[in-house]
């Protein structure tokens, strides 16, 4: 029996275990799937002249369906697998610590969050190629679209890899999802309410489909006393590379965490 | 000849609980390790250390002269079979042990896979699926995903765990077989003492986090073993007292029913002889006087008494 390992080779076989693990039976993905026709049928019903608007408003509902579908995914792949002991056994075999984890996150994060991408860019190529647009905006929206959504699924993925139990681990995050969603409502009405544009960028960071919206469809963002935000398309970048950042600092944490003190 | 495990002082905390107080243990190549201690003693800690899964706190862990953690060479010159056994449940056993062969880089994954189903005795059940088997099947599933890739040392914890009597033999013998048919190292942790004492030679008693004794179950049984007498009597601290003026006993335990007698030598008759002097004169009535070769299970308390 001869032996040759291949790192590579070894990560794409827990890659496979993992995907067919997590997607055997996809009927959360189905049902996903089938909302995103949602916004075909009812598109010329939604009044969006912009694709910024288009895309927050239409994606409204599948996009709070990617986001169970992340919770649960990672809840039951990640603090369940731990519980159950499955992680040892992954980590026992010659695979890195990063890698690993780096696996788990584009199985439960990746595949929903690139399917909706995908979803949200035919759509609304779809509903507005008649009247045309650019595709910066397409690409700008959709990134806004998505940055609150890895947020979300970055902080579930920390609670999963803490927790390391699979219902609790939900019930967790089902609950910070919440407090988090109202948090960040209530600071979105106090930035309204205090007319102050610094705040309203600020919340952008945590938000980012705001900032697009205000360059994008110009004059709609208006604040109290008839101050309107128009950012200038490096104002709007530079708040969504911010955004991105902050995610970015998240995955790092998350990586760094498994490699040196993850212990399951 | 180098260890293949090192381990030196090692700590380690879980919380408030002391896992690991100092342990210290070595492995030669080519043994059947055992690694002998009762439950809470610190032996899975001691494994999943030794696996890289986990992080001492402080000392030396060294497996084929590296540390385990996060180490691709090491881990893929080891196999190791957890106390709880958990594999992808949907998969089918063949199907698994296949990829799990592929990770490690073994050509001919699958022919490989099926001699080591052979080997384990679970090729009937290749194509079931892995949430079908019972606990014995899974334990020999565990084995097999730890031997698929012809490793150098095999650490398996608890390997008997929740199986049945007949099902707990089979699995020692086929500890026993492999290591007789493939040279690998063993590390085996357990609780159940007379069962490692069929497989092993090298054993390691851990009590609190810490080995008490390592070394050749024969050279122990020299230094602690010898020959035990229970008796069951009255005022047994008394006649414990007399006992000790009269024959040459080497250690003694009693409460107030119960003496335990050990000797280097077999005092045959002497002790019934004194027994029945004793009893005389103080009046006392004996119960009963057994004697045995102490055991595997009355070495480790010895031991860990001893310190």
């Known amino acids: ?264 | 000849m180098n260890p293949v495990i090192n381990l030196e002082n090692v700590y380690k905390r879980f919380g408030r609980v002391q896992a690991l107080n100092g342990l210290s243990l070595q492995v030669k190549p080519g043994t059947i390790f055992g690694l002998i201690g009762p439950n809470g003693a610190g032996k899975t800690t001691t494994v999943r250390i030794t696996a890289g899964i986990i992080r001492c706190d402080s000392g030396l862990v060294e497996v084929f002269g590296e540390n385990p953690w996060d180490n691709i060479e090491v881990k893929s010159r080891i196999g190791v079979l957890h106390e709880r056994v958990s594999y992808p449940k949907n998969l089918k056993v063949l199907d698994f042990l296949t990829r799990v062969a592929n990770i490690y880089g073994v050509s001919d994954a699958e022919k490989r896979a099926l001699e080591v189903l052979k080997l384990v005795d679970l090729v009937n059940a290749k194509n079931r699926a892995i949430k079908g088997l019972s606990a014995g099947m899974l334990q020999k599933l565990g084995l097999a995903q730890a031997i698929v890739h012809d490793p150098e040392l095999v650490i398996a914890d608890e390997p008997t765990a929740n199986l049945d009597p007949l099902m707990r033999r089979k699995v020692l013998e086929l500890i026993r077989d492999l290591h007789r048919e493939l040279g690998v190292t063993f590390v085996i942790s357990s609780h159940i003492l007379p069962e490692l004492a069929l497989v092993c030679r090298d054993v390691a008693f851990i009590h609190k986090g810490r080995v008490y004794y390592q070394g050749d179950i024969s050279d122990i049984s020299s230094k602690l073993g010898g020959y035990v007498y229970r008796i069951i009597c009255g005022k047994a601290p008394q006649v414990a007292s007399m006992l000790k003026d009269r024959l040459r006993v080497k250690d003694l335990e009693y409460d107030e029913r119960l003496i335990r007698v050990y000797f280097d030598e077999d005092p045959g008759p002497n002790l019934f002889i004194a027994i029945g002097e004793i009893a005389k004169e103080i009046r006392v009535k004996v119960e009963s006087i057994e004697s045995s070769v102490v055991g595997l299970e009355e070495l480790f308390r010895r031991a860990v008494r001893s310190g």
């Open chain 1, 1 to 264: 029996m001869g032996r040759r390992y291949s790192r590579l080779r070894a990560d794409l076989n827990i890659l496979e275990i993992s995907l067919s693990s997590s997607y055997r039976f996809p009927l959360l993905e189905g049902l996903a799937f089938l909302y995103l026709f949602f916004p075909i049928v009812f598109a010329p019903l939604i009044r969006a002249p912009y694709v910024c608007q288009f895309v927050s408003y239409a994606f409204g509902l599948p996009v709070f369906l990617t986001q169970i579908l992340i919770l649960v995914n990672l809840a039951y792949s990640v603090a369940s697998e731990i519980e159950s002991g499955l992680t040892q056994t992954y980590i026992t075999y010659p695979v890195k610590r990063a890698d690993f984890i780096l696996i788990k996150i584009l199985v439960g994060l990746g595949v929903p969050i690139t399917l909706l991408a995908l979803a949200e860019a035919i759509v609304t190529y779809m509903a507005f190629s008649v009247v045309g647009f650019s595709l910066d905006e397409l690409f700008f929206s959709i990134l806004a679209s998505l940055g609150q959504l890895v947020m979300f699924a970055l902080v579930f993925l920390t609670i999963s890899l803490l927790i390391k139990k699979g219902g609790l681990a939900l019930g967790i995050s089902i609950a910070l999802w919440f407090i988090l969603s109202i948090a960040i409502s209530i600071f979105s009405l106090f930035v309204y309410f205090s007319g102050i544009k610094e705040f309203f960028y600020l919340s952008a960071l945590l938000n980012p489909t705001n900032i697009v919206n205000a360059y994008y469809a110009k004059g709609s963002s208006v604040l109290p006393g008839g101050i309107v935000v128009e950012p200038t398309f490096t104002e709007m970048v530079l708040v969504l590379l911010g955004h991105y950042a902050i995610n970015i600092v998240l995955l790092a944490i998350i990586i760094a965490y498994f490699m040196r003190r993850f212990e399951p």
